[in-house]
Antibody, heavy 118, light 107 residues
Framework: QVQLQESGPGLVKPSETLSLTCNVS?????????WTWIRQPPGKGLEWIGA???????YYNPSLESRVSISVEVSKNQFSLHLSSVTAADTAVYYC???????????WGQGNMVTVSS | EIVLTQSPDFLSVTPKEKVTITCRAS??????LHWYQQKPDQSPKLLIK???QSISGVPSRFRGSGSGTDFILIINSLEAEDAATYYC?????????FGPGTKVEIK
């Protein structure tokens, strides 16, 4: 059974870059699926950030596209999120998830809380 | 961007009652509508996919219906463990979007 686990710092300074990694176990990233990042500000709803296919094709939310980059490292079976020029508005729980393409998110990580503060 | 609206925002319900949550899309999304349950401090869990399709391991009291722009999630005979926030999500077109959520409280 696939498992996803986010890792990364819990505190990032304003204007810096937020970087998170999602380690995937129980399934090979190179076998398919779109590997996704979703975030949830405290007490608020869910926002799709973007996704990457194992080939490296990426899809981003236009609202974040100028600041976001998602990459994949097939050899390590993991993918990463980089969000630049962060502000307090980027404070959220960041989830990695999996979807098959125009599909529901069928597996989620437990989430990584990131606070943007000096 | 497709906007999803949910109603109600909040429900306070007695165990064994029936719960109905609606999700409306700003344009037709066919059957590309999915429902998730999120309990406090947990990640969302997929409950129903493509409007009505059940998910292995999810209790049968959770039912979905609808297509086009209007969708419904029904929880038959609510149990205490169903206290959570429920979100709809559309995968019809990018960017994928979620509804604002419906919080279900147990009386």
């Amino acid at each position: 059974q696939v498992q996803l686990q986010e890792s990364g710092p819990g505190l990032v300074k304003p204007s810096e870059t937020l970087s998170l990694t999602c380690n995937v176990s129980g399934y090979s990233i190179s076998s398919g699926y779109y590997w996704t990042w979703i975030r949830q500000p405290p007490g608020k709803g869910l926002e799709w950030i973007g996704a990457i296919f194992h080939t490296g094709s990426t899809y981003y939310n236009p609202s974040l596209e100028s600041r976001v980059s998602i990459s994949v490292e097939v050899s390590k079976n993991q993918f990463s999120l980089h969000l630049s020029s962060v502000t307090a508005a980027d404070t959220a729980v960041y989830y990695c998830a999996r979807e098959a393409g125009i599909s529901p998110f069928d597996s989620w990580g437990q989430g990584n809380m990131v606070t943007v503060s000096s | 961007e497709i906007v999803l609206t949910q109603s109600p925002d909040f429900l306070s319900v007695t165990p064994k009652e029936k719960v109905t949550i609606t999700c409306r899309a700003s344009q037709s999304i066919g059957s590309s509508l999915h429902w998730y349950q999120q309990k406090p401090d947990q990640s969302p869990k997929l409950l129903i996919k493509y409007g009505f399709q059940s998910i292995s391991g999810v209790p049968s009291r959770f039912r979905g219906s609808g297509s086009g722009t209007d969708f419904i999630l029904i929880i038959n005979s609510l149990e205490a463990e169903d206290a959570a926030t429920y979100y709809c999500h559309q995968s019809s077109s990018l960017p994928f979007t979620f509804g604002p959520g419906t919080k279900v409280e147990i009386k």
